[in-house]
């Protein structure tokens, strides 16, 4: 004999969260897109796959503007105030937030990276495995840093990522800060803008929480503003391992060094002599540490 569901009242009385959620929508009568748009009228920002996986139990709000939003839903579901906030209980364990001093362990100066990185959510920083990172540095004929495109491969280790952090340091601090462009699989979140220390903190946000197990491909491109910086190093450091890193250096055929040196630390160095205007280099397994190139531009050129 089949065993009657429990209505909605039962549900909002004793749960549990997503089964309630999915009773009050289903007997208001709304799609999560109209949903979505009624939360959106009250000045409420959830997409429609965070409502799914609150529903379905995968996720739930626990974040303050995110109990904030479900006191919103309550109203627009037309279900008693705070019924749904009352199944939530007690905070789940969540991933501890990164130390801000960690995250500038391999920057010269640390307490700026710090204080900027404190202004931003890293909490998820140490729950992405890095798959894959591709750099690709453009210099042009004026021997200037144009551009760094990256791309990257990341897989979550727990349920809920939903963002990278890039972090970017000029050494000359008297050039602008670089635009970012060209996002893919990705959308820009919370930045950080320090020209008085050449620092640029961004939230790169994924289109939906990540569950485990999941992997992400990001593309971004930082574009500098004239006048852009002279192009002498280039480097990427690593807190935590990467499966494969790949960094590029693309010269313009005006400006190409005689010799590029590449380095790991920790690992060795060596001179690499530029073929068809372009070094690269390929880390396997590496980090934490330092990879990256440096050059020198002849005097009388």
């Not at 709000?61 to 009352?86: F, N, T």
């Not at 144009?146 to 601090?173: C, K, T």
């Not at 994924?206 to 930082?222: D, N, Q, S």
Request: glycine share 8%; hydrophobic share 40%.
């Amino acid at each position: 004999m089949a065993v009657p569901s429990p209505d909605l009242g039962t549900l909002l009385r004793e749960g549990p969260f997503d089964a309630a959620l999915r009773a009050a929508i289903r007997a208001r009568g709304l799609s999560l897109d109209r949903l979505r748009e009624h939360l959106q009228a009250r000045g409420v920002s959830v997409t429609t796959a965070t409502l799914s996986y609150w529903q379905s139990g995968r996720s739930r709000p626990e974040r303050r503007d995110s109990v904030r939003g479900l006191r919103q839903l309550e109203a627009v579901l037309e279900v008693p105030a705070g019924s749904l906030v009352a199944l939530l209980g007690p905070p789940r364990a969540r991933p501890r937030r990164v130390g801000v001093a960690e995250m500038g362990r391999f920057w010269p100066d640390g307490g700026r990276i710090d204080a900027a990185v404190s202004d931003v959510d890293t909490r998820w920083d140490e729950r992405l495995t890095r798959i894959g990172q591709h750099d690709v540095v453009t210099v042009g004929p004026g021997r200037e840093e144009l551009a760094i495109h990256s791309r990257q491969v990341l897989r979550a280790e727990a349920d809920g990522p939903d963002r990278w952090v890039v972090i970017l340091h000029l050494d000359e601090h008297d050039r602008p800060l670089p635009e970012l462009r060209s996002l893919r699989g990705c959308r820009l979140g919370r930045s950080v803008h320090q020209p008085e220390d050449g620092l640029l903190v961004v939230e790169l946000l994924f289109a939906r929480p990540l569950a485990r197990g999941e992997t992400v491909l990001t593309e971004h491109t930082l574009v500098n503003r004239a006048p852009c910086p002279l192009a002498t190093n280039y480097e990427r450091k690593f807190r935590l391992p990467v499966r494969e890193y790949v960094l590029e250096i693309r010269f313009s055929p005006d400006a190409v060094p005689e010799v590029c040196r590449r380095f790991a630390e920790p690992g060795e160095s060596a001179d690499v002599v530029p073929e068809a205007g372009a070094v690269h280099g390929v880390a396997l397994n590496f980090g934490p540490g330092r990879y990256g190139f440096s050059w020198d531009w002849p005097v009388n050129c």
